[in-house]
């Protein structure tokens, strides 16, 4: 197993405030390979009709830590993706999130299991709704699992746009008045409403103009740092990867090489 | 293939109704046929029901029933109750009239709607403006009547009636063609801008690609949301050709079919109804193979985001001088007395006493217009209001509700009158039923159209991931996104629906005499259009108000329930 490579930010940032995250610094609680996995995917098998997209991938996440998953287009990396979030159930194989095997549960049962498992999309305005304020957005996660109050609530969105560094003001634009950088941390500051312990990265700077990808780079490491995420960041950018990551997997035609 | 087995069943009850018209029918078809065949013979008992045994009335509706469709099944339609002759070769003759008018007026409107929509490809500018607004809400027998009137009365030229040479279809083609045209130009027009202001389109024009290229790749964004309502347009032509056919007596398969069911003809009218719904269930086939071609894989593989559409904004002051014009008629007439009958001023023209002239009874033409205001437009609003909830429900059952709906489609408001009317005799509540069956699948396919391109968005899998509830996802994103756009749709066909309503009575299928119902009211004036132009003309022009205002209407309703929406949220945010 590789040591997990230290991480350093990088220097340069898109947004006018920098990101702060509110939680003390945590020291990463990176589980050694021998703690029990946050996320632990055995014999993935994806089918869309006859095609086989993703098969027999297996690979863990601890708690803490960065797997990047790097690979050609059309090799599999999102369909991997889109079946550890049991947004496209697999065709076989087991993704147990912290110790719940989720190809056992039925979609009521996920709902709960979804809040600390959210994903990332590669497209910024796309995976938002052109016809909601940013701030309800944000919001609708809390709202969605019971935890919106009148009180807590707007302070919620508010530390959460703080952390993702967005300006409050932003809370009340819509995603279009907004540049692709704000809308991907607008979609972060979303993932994280309901304090997920995992987060998968779905070609989260792919997307975005190289200024901006630095940002949310480092972004997601600050992240990382105060409130111990960890990410599965799949990506065709190795450099990103390498950057980001502890490890790295790499997958073509389906299966995990090397 | 939910849809297929719905398309059956309708297609069957559809088929079924019209086998079993002659059994439905309210009125007895033997007194109406030994009238039609000897007029001095005796309705007595025994020449009834031997007319009824003739024609196998007497069998019940299962032995009709299958009588017809074996008959159906070997080419056989039957034979004319009236003339005694084959339905066949007269539905044959008359298909092949109705052909190629509709062929004509589809060029023509090509043409119109290529108009209309260029200002919005070349310039990106929104809408098309009222005037083409009013012009997609004429109905066909109003501009078949103000060609007739205008072209072929006053100025000449052109040949009004029959059909024996190719100028006589010159002025139905333009009767037909022109509001269809109208109607295809404003969707395109009204599509584009939003499509336009995408980011894909900055992007194109800032790699250098022509504006052609641009326009084009636009179109295409902008098209299959509309093909299904291209294919009701199209659909609508055959309605409309039976307005059409009847004021400039062209022998087609819409003129036959409301003879028949006029006479009671019912053989040659399940002939034509059989054709006419032929050529509809052929129209939304193509529309839908077209709309599938166009998608293609985006549909399926949820790839798909939606152009938000934005509306065109207009002046508040339009729809108030439109609504204060149309509400200070009605009101004043509503004062006056609508069937009081003055013998001694017949087709007056307009005086301080009758406003607008008088009829050629003498009756008011402003108390009428008043008093008929209520018929038409109470009605449509009625009709509009259940058609838009039956679309919306049905539009979040897409399988199901498509495959109703390409039946229904199939059958204009006209045919529907037709056949409503040849089982319950006319009448407004006839003529209510035929327009509010046919109105809602426009709506219904509208709605899941929508549904399904939100459904096909890729914020929903963000939805999803985060754990929303199917039902959460419906109200909060689904219903949302669909509902203001097809509740502009139902405000939006308004006009169109008390312009139906107008048209069947103008057809003699909806409000009868005296009832002062706005088509009824054309109907009875048009024929003395050269003594009494300002008689003819207010109906007509009480119709286009009613459409004009009523365009105007959707648009600032939209606006409205945007910011209100918007200042809703804000304060749940707070």
Redesign the interface.
């Given at each position: 197993m590789n040591p997990p490579v230290p991480a350093t930010p990088l220097i340069v940032a898109d947004s006018p405030a920098q990101p702060t995250p509110s939680a003390e610094p945590l020291a990463p609680p990176h589980a050694g390979p021998a703690g029990q996995p946050l996320l632990s995917v055995r014999d993935l098998v994806v089918r869309y009709g006859t095609t086989t997209a993703v098969d027999g991938v297996s690979f863990d996440i601890h708690a803490g830590e960065t797997v990047g998953l790097v690979g050609p287009s059309g090799c599999g990396k999102s369909s991997t993706a889109a079946a550890v979030?049991q947004?496209r159930r697999p065709h076989s194989g087991e993704v147990r999130f912290d110790d719940v095997d989720l190809t056992a549960l039925d979609?009521?049962q996920?709902?709960?299991?979804?809040?600390r498992l959210?994903?990332v999309?590669q497209?910024p305005?796309?995976?938002?709704?052109?016809?909601?304020?940013i701030?309800?957005q944000i919001?609708?996660?809390l709202r969605?699992?019971g935890r919106w109050s009148?009180s807590a609530?707007?302070r919620r969105?508010a530390e959460l746009l703080d952390m993702t560094g967005l300006n409050p003001a932003l809370?009340?634009r819509f995603p279009?008045e907004l540049s692709g950088g704000q809308c991907q941390r607008a979609?972060i500051a979303?993932a994280l409403a309901n304090t997920p312990r995992l987060l998968i990265l779905d070609e989260p700077i792919s997307a975005l103009d190289a200024s901006l990808r630095a940002g949310i780079l480092n972004l997601l490491l600050d992240l990382q740092d105060g409130l111990g995420l960890s990410y599965l960041f799949i990506s065709h950018d190795i450099t990103a990867v390498r950057h980001l990551s502890n490890r790295i997997l790499t997958m073509r035609d389906g299966r995990l090489v090397r | 293939m939910r849809a297929t087995a719905a398309r059956a069943a309708a297609l069957t009850a559809v088929l079924a109704l019209t086998g079993l018209l002659p059994w439905l029918s309210g009125t007895d078809p033997a007194l109406s046929l030994l009238r039609a065949r000897s007029a001095e013979q005796e309705p007595t008992p025994e020449a009834l029901a031997a007319i009824r045994t003739d024609l196998g009335l007497d069998s019940g509706p299962v032995a009709l029933l299958g009588r017809w469709a074996a008959g159906l099944l070997h080419g056989d339609l039957g034979v004319s109750w009236v003339s005694g002759t084959e339905v066949l070769p007269a539905v044959l003759a008359g298909l092949q009239v109705s052909l190629t008018l509709m062929g004509a007026a589809a060029a023509v409107a090509l043409l119109t709607g290529a108009a209309l929509a260029a200002p919005a490809a070349l310039r990106g500018r929104a809408g098309t403006g009222t005037a083409a607004a009013v012009l997609a809400a004429l109905p066909e027998f109003l501009l078949a009547l103000l060609l007739l009137i205008t072209v072929g009365v006053w100025l000449g030229g052109l040949p009004t009636s029959g059909w024996t040479g190719p100028a006589h279809l010159v002025l139905p083609a333009l009767a037909l063609g022109i509001p269809a045209g109208a109607l295809l130009g404003r969707l395109v027009a009204e599509a584009l801008p939003a499509v336009l202001e995408e980011r894909w389109v900055e992007l194109w024009q800032g790699a250098g690609t022509s504006r052609r290229y641009v326009t084009t790749a636009a179109l295409r964004r902008a098209l299959p949301p509309l093909v299904p309502q291209f294919a009701m347009v199209a659909v609508g032509l055959t309605g409309g050709a039976v307005a059409v056919e009847t004021v400039f007596a062209v022998p087609g398969l819409g003129r036959t079919a409301l003879g028949a069911a006029k006479s009671q003809d019912l053989p040659l009218l399940q002939g034509a109804i059989l054709a006419l719904l032929t050529l509809g269930l052929l129209a939304g086939a193509v529309g839908s193979a077209v709309r599938r071609r166009l998608l293609g894989p985006a549909l399926r593989d949820a790839s798909l985001t939606l152009p938000t559409a934005r509306p065109t904004p207009v002046p508040t002051a339009v729809p108030v001088a439109l609504g204060a014009v149309l509400l200070t008629t009605i009101g004043w007439g509503l004062l006056r007395e609508p069937y009081a009958i003055h013998t001694t001023a017949r087709l007056a023209a307009p005086s301080a006493a009758h406003p607008l002239g008088t009829d050629a009874l003498g009756r008011d033409v402003l108390a009428r217009l008043g008093h008929g205001a209520v018929p038409t437009i109470g009605t449509a609003a009625a009709v509009c209001l259940l058609a838009g909830l039956v679309g919306l429900l049905l539009g979040f059952l897409p399988d199901t509700a498509t495959g109703f709906a390409d039946v229904t489609n199939a059958l204009p408001p006209v045919v529907a009158g037709i056949m409503v009317a040849a089982v319950t005799g006319p009448g407004t509540g006839a003529a209510a039923l035929a327009v509010t069956l046919t109105a809602w699948p426009p709506l219904a396919s509208h709605a899941a159209a929508l549904t399904q391109e939100v459904r096909a968005s890729a914020f929903l899998t963000a939805q999803r991931a985060m754990g929303a509830s199917p039902l959460w996802i419906l109200s909060r994103h689904v219903l949302p996104a669909v509902a203001g756009p097809v509740a502009r749709h139902a405000v939006l066909r308004l006009p169109g629906t008390a312009l139906a309503l107008a048209s069947l009575g103008f057809l003699g299928l909806g409000a009868q005499p005296p009832t002062p119902e706005w088509g009824l009211l054309l109907n009875e004036s048009a024929d003395y259009a050269e003594r009494a132009p300002v008689a003819a003309l207010a109906p007509a022009a009480a119709l286009a108000l009613l459409a004009a205002l009523a365009v105007t209407l959707a648009a600032m309703t939209t606006r409205r329930r945007t910011t209100t929406s918007q200042r809703k949220s804000l304060s749940l945010a707070r």
């Amino acid at each position: 197993m590789n040591p997990p490579v230290p991480a350093t930010p990088l220097i340069v940032a898109d947004s006018p405030a920098q990101p702060t995250p509110s939680a003390e610094p945590l020291a990463p609680p990176h589980a050694g390979p021998a703690g029990q996995p946050l996320l632990s995917v055995r014999d993935l098998v994806v089918r869309y009709g006859t095609t086989t997209a993703v098969d027999g991938v297996s690979f863990d996440i601890h708690a803490g830590e960065t797997v990047g998953l790097v690979g050609p287009s059309g090799c599999g990396k999102s369909s991997t993706a889109a079946a550890v979030l049991q947004l496209r159930r697999p065709h076989s194989g087991e993704v147990r999130f912290d110790d719940v095997d989720l190809t056992a549960l039925d979609e009521r049962q996920l709902r709960p299991v979804r809040q600390r498992l959210q994903p990332v999309f590669q497209d910024p305005y796309g995976s938002l709704s052109p016809r909601r304020r940013i701030r309800d957005q944000i919001a609708e996660p809390l709202r969605l699992h019971g935890r919106w109050s009148h009180s807590a609530g707007p302070r919620r969105v508010a530390e959460l746009l703080d952390m993702t560094g967005l300006n409050p003001a932003l809370g009340s634009r819509f995603p279009h008045e907004l540049s692709g950088g704000q809308c991907q941390r607008a979609g972060i500051a979303r993932a994280l409403a309901n304090t997920p312990r995992l987060l998968i990265l779905d070609e989260p700077i792919s997307a975005l103009d190289a200024s901006l990808r630095a940002g949310i780079l480092n972004l997601l490491l600050d992240l990382q740092d105060g409130l111990g995420l960890s990410y599965l960041f799949i990506s065709h950018d190795i450099t990103a990867v390498r950057h980001l990551s502890n490890r790295i997997l790499t997958m073509r035609d389906g299966r995990l090489v090397r | 293939m939910r849809a297929t087995a719905a398309r059956a069943a309708a297609l069957t009850a559809v088929l079924a109704l019209t086998g079993l018209l002659p059994w439905l029918s309210g009125t007895d078809p033997a007194l109406s046929l030994l009238r039609a065949r000897s007029a001095e013979q005796e309705p007595t008992p025994e020449a009834l029901a031997a007319i009824r045994t003739d024609l196998g009335l007497d069998s019940g509706p299962v032995a009709l029933l299958g009588r017809w469709a074996a008959g159906l099944l070997h080419g056989d339609l039957g034979v004319s109750w009236v003339s005694g002759t084959e339905v066949l070769p007269a539905v044959l003759a008359g298909l092949q009239v109705s052909l190629t008018l509709m062929g004509a007026a589809a060029a023509v409107a090509l043409l119109t709607g290529a108009a209309l929509a260029a200002p919005a490809a070349l310039r990106g500018r929104a809408g098309t403006g009222t005037a083409a607004a009013v012009l997609a809400a004429l109905p066909e027998f109003l501009l078949a009547l103000l060609l007739l009137i205008t072209v072929g009365v006053w100025l000449g030229g052109l040949p009004t009636s029959g059909w024996t040479g190719p100028a006589h279809l010159v002025l139905p083609a333009l009767a037909l063609g022109i509001p269809a045209g109208a109607l295809l130009g404003r969707l395109v027009a009204e599509a584009l801008p939003a499509v336009l202001e995408e980011r894909w389109v900055e992007l194109w024009q800032g790699a250098g690609t022509s504006r052609r290229y641009v326009t084009t790749a636009a179109l295409r964004r902008a098209l299959p949301p509309l093909v299904p309502q291209f294919a009701m347009v199209a659909v609508g032509l055959t309605g409309g050709a039976v307005a059409v056919e009847t004021v400039f007596a062209v022998p087609g398969l819409g003129r036959t079919a409301l003879g028949a069911a006029k006479s009671q003809d019912l053989p040659l009218l399940q002939g034509a109804i059989l054709a006419l719904l032929t050529l509809g269930l052929l129209a939304g086939a193509v529309g839908s193979a077209v709309r599938r071609r166009l998608l293609g894989p985006a549909l399926r593989d949820a790839s798909l985001t939606l152009p938000t559409a934005r509306p065109t904004p207009v002046p508040t002051a339009v729809p108030v001088a439109l609504g204060a014009v149309l509400l200070t008629t009605i009101g004043w007439g509503l004062l006056r007395e609508p069937y009081a009958i003055h013998t001694t001023a017949r087709l007056a023209a307009p005086s301080a006493a009758h406003p607008l002239g008088t009829d050629a009874l003498g009756r008011d033409v402003l108390a009428r217009l008043g008093h008929g205001a209520v018929p038409t437009i109470g009605t449509a609003a009625a009709v509009c209001l259940l058609a838009g909830l039956v679309g919306l429900l049905l539009g979040f059952l897409p399988d199901t509700a498509t495959g109703f709906a390409d039946v229904t489609n199939a059958l204009p408001p006209v045919v529907a009158g037709i056949m409503v009317a040849a089982v319950t005799g006319p009448g407004t509540g006839a003529a209510a039923l035929a327009v509010t069956l046919t109105a809602w699948p426009p709506l219904a396919s509208h709605a899941a159209a929508l549904t399904q391109e939100v459904r096909a968005s890729a914020f929903l899998t963000a939805q999803r991931a985060m754990g929303a509830s199917p039902l959460w996802i419906l109200s909060r994103h689904v219903l949302p996104a669909v509902a203001g756009p097809v509740a502009r749709h139902a405000v939006l066909r308004l006009p169109g629906t008390a312009l139906a309503l107008a048209s069947l009575g103008f057809l003699g299928l909806g409000a009868q005499p005296p009832t002062p119902e706005w088509g009824l009211l054309l109907n009875e004036s048009a024929d003395y259009a050269e003594r009494a132009p300002v008689a003819a003309l207010a109906p007509a022009a009480a119709l286009a108000l009613l459409a004009a205002l009523a365009v105007t209407l959707a648009a600032m309703t939209t606006r409205r329930r945007t910011t209100t929406s918007q200042r809703k949220s804000l304060s749940l945010a707070r």
